[in-house]
């Protein structure tokens, strides 16, 4: 069985950074299509990043420079560093994962079948 497990959120002042992790089990990541989302309250679940398994990489304009997404295959494990975080980053983040990763950043949020339980990342002014 699949499962995602997010860590590392937290409380920082704008400005600071922070590392999320996403340990995978009951699969490998190196197949896979993988993402960060993350939703604040009364907002949609919003796309951050993606990470296909050739490695290439896409970006919301709103964390381009800031937002990095990498992920380690030999420990099937994603990452989000975070860096300049705003107070608007202040969400929910999530890590999900696609079986197939032709299309990738573009794909339907439906079509991500697999996400962890989310870590909160609040960032003060």
């Known amino acids: 069985q699949v499962q995602l497990a997010e860590s590392g959120g937290g409380s920082v002042q704008a400005g600071g950074s922070l590392r999320l992790s996403c340990a995978a089990s009951?699969?490998?990541?190196?197949?896979?299509?993988m993402g960060w989302f993350r939703q604040a309250p009364g907002k949609e679940r919003e796309r951050i990043a993606t990470?296909?398994?050739?490695?290439?990489?896409r970006y919301t304009d709103s964390v381009k420079g800031r937002f990095t997404i990498s992920k380690d295959n030999a420990k099937n494990t994603l990452y989000l560093d975070m860096n300049s975080l705003k107070p608007e980053d202040t969400a929910m983040y999530y890590c999900?994962?696609?079986?197939?990763?032709?299309?990738?950043?573009?794909?339907?949020?439906?079509?991500?079948?697999?996400w962890g339980q989310g870590t909160q990342v609040t960032v003060s002014s």
């Open positions: 009951g699969y490998t990541y190196s197949s896979y299509c």
């Open positions: 999900a994962a696609r079986r197939s990763d032709g299309v990738c950043y573009l794909a339907h949020i439906s079509t991500f079948a697999y």
């Open positions: 990470i296909r398994s050739d490695g290439s990489t």
